[in-house]
């Protein structure tokens, strides 16, 4: 194959970028195809503008709530058109690393425009061949707008057009109550909308432990945020220059009257109009193209990664993909991808940070399960914050090995570090018990736990027995 790069990487997100620094690294040549802006949903539409908008909000929220602390709260005055400046200032300070500029320093080739495979080595980029040895698709994913009555009609926003807001809505409805939505309704009500929360199933984020879900409604509902959950809106209509929700749930749930509504009702992969056929890459039923543990489609020269996979829609996660499928595409096809071990976070207030099985999962996987947990009115820095409704909830096996763990907390993204830590090498809770953390910190909740386990460890009856036999030798001495 003369004249073929080594790698053709489709898309320009955060799997694509860091599957082409890799790749350009080990000196390969490299042709990145991007058909809008380098950077991805992370960048432009997801963690950065959505982060910025959380501090922006906790700020207001801080001051309103001051009085907890002896301060004399008040009422912010929020300049919504300067919140948003700042978000784009700091997608403005961050963009660079992901420019096109920042690419071609590294080795790589950028090339704008729409990609299509014509064939299982060859694709064309606005008509233009290109033919490759290897490929990464990583073309991410969009939000999945549902088909209901009328909904299209009142142009609702989602997490990509959200950022378009001049004005803050009076009234919002978020429909979805995962991740995204809790989010950014949270930060949208912290900031003086009126918010209302739906979420289709029993409780909210319902991939987590339920304790998590049922202290995140607790603290919405503080704030005055409405949820309603096993409620789904069946119709949508104009009325008297309002947005009206006709909704299917429990007795008593009526209509909601709104001027906004964001959709977070999920994701969907971006996989259509690429030539999937012509280069012999499975899709499954949902869109995801299909790949193996080392991200291999079903056409062995092209990887994919990220978002299309279907697999954990964050970003540190595509991060990792595109490292794996750039390396296995470009040297042996030996590297693989363990998603349980992988931790995420729901950066509400408090945050929410997950990492491997949740309890339902592991006991459904192993026959010995038993939990370990710590509520944080035990964790001194929780009660100096006043910020003791939260809890380190960890699973383990039989032979005491964490094999999953959830923590609600002001700091739980940073908490569970050490956690994930112990799920990757299937290491014991009490592993940690000796290693010395510093006081007062959050990670005290985790500490704790561990302290905990390793004192019910030396408690038991076959050790008191030893250390029993051991006192009684010395004292004979």
């Known amino acids: 194959m003369t004249g073929a790069c080594d790698l053709a990487i489709v898309g320009g997100g955060t799997a694509g970028l860091i599957a082409a620094k890799t790749a350009a690294s080990l000196g390969a040549r490299v042709v990145l195809v991007e058909r809008d802006r380098t950077g991805g949903d992370c960048l432009w539409t997801g963690c950065v503008p959505s982060k910025s908008l959380i501090a922006a909000a ?3 929220h801080r001051i309103r709530t001051a009085s907890r602390f002896g301060i004399e709260p008040a009422e912010p005055k929020v300049d919504f058109a300067a919140v948003m400046a700042h978000v784009r200032r700091a997608i403005t300070r961050i963009e660079p690393a992901d420019s096109p500029a920042t690419l071609t320093a590294a080795g790589v080739e950028v090339r704008r425009g729409h990609a299509v495979f014509t064939g299982p080595r060859e694709l064309r980029i606005d008509g233009e061949p290109l033919r490759f040895r290897h490929a990464v698709l990583a ?10 009555r009328g909904l299209a009609e009142v142009e609702p926003l989602t997490s990509e057009t959200v950022w378009e807001l001049a004005e803050l809505p009076g009234r919002l409805a978020v429909l979805g109550g995962g991740p995204i939505g809790c989010e950014l309704g949270q930060a949208f009500a912290r900031l003086g909308s009126d918010v209302t929360i739906l979420e289709a199933t029993g409780r909210l984020i319902p991939r987590e432990e339920p304790q998590a879900g049922i202290a995140l409604a607790a603290t919405l509902a503080l704030e005055g945020v ?3 959950t096993s409620t789904t809106v069946t119709g949508v209509l104009q009325h008297d220059g309002a947005i009206r929700l006709e909704l299917d749930g429990p007795r008593g749930v009526g209509p909601l009257e709104v001027d906004r509504v964001l959709v977070a009702t999920g994701r969907q992969p971006r996989s259509t ?5 012509a280069a012999g890459v499975r899709v499954d039923e949902r869109g995801s193209v299909v790949v193996d543990a080392k991200l291999r489609t079903s056409n062995r020269a092209i990887y994919a990664a990220g ?49 491997g099985l949740t309890e339902t999962d592991a006991r459904r996987r192993h026959r010995d399960v038993r939990v370990r947990l710590l509520e944080h009115e035990h964790v001194d820095r929780a009660v100096t914050e006043n910020a003791t409704d939260g809890f380190t909830h960890i699973v383990l096996d039989g032979q005491d090995r964490v094999l999953g763990a959830t923590i609600v907390a002001p700091r739980a993204g940073e908490m569970i570090a050490e956690l994930a830590g112990l ?11 000796s290693v010395v953390h510093p006081y007062p910190a959050w990670s005290d ?22 250390t029993g036999a051991l006192l009684r030798l010395r004292r004979a001495r």
Do not use: C, K, Y
Request: charged share 15%.
């Open 445 to 466: 909740g985790v500490w704790n736990a561990a302290l905990a386990e390793a004192d019910d460890a030396l408690g038991s009856p076959a050790m008191r027995r030893l």
């Open 58 to 60: 906790q700020t207001a």
């Open 307 to 355: 978002d299309v996979t279907g697999a954990l829609p964050f970003t540190h996660v595509a991060g990792m993909h595109g490292s794996i499928a750039a390396t296995n595409a470009l040297l042996a096809p030996v590297r693989r991808i363990d998603h349980d071990g992988i931790p995420w976070v729901t950066f509400t207030d408090p945050e929410i940070a997950h990492v």
């Open 273 to 277: 109009g690429l030539g999937l056929d």
């Open 423 to 433: 799920v990757a090498r299937q290491g014991r809770l009490r592993d940690l018990a």
């Open 226 to 228: 409405p949820v309603l």
């Open 139 to 148: 073309t991410g994913s969009a939000p999945a707008v549902p088909h209901v």
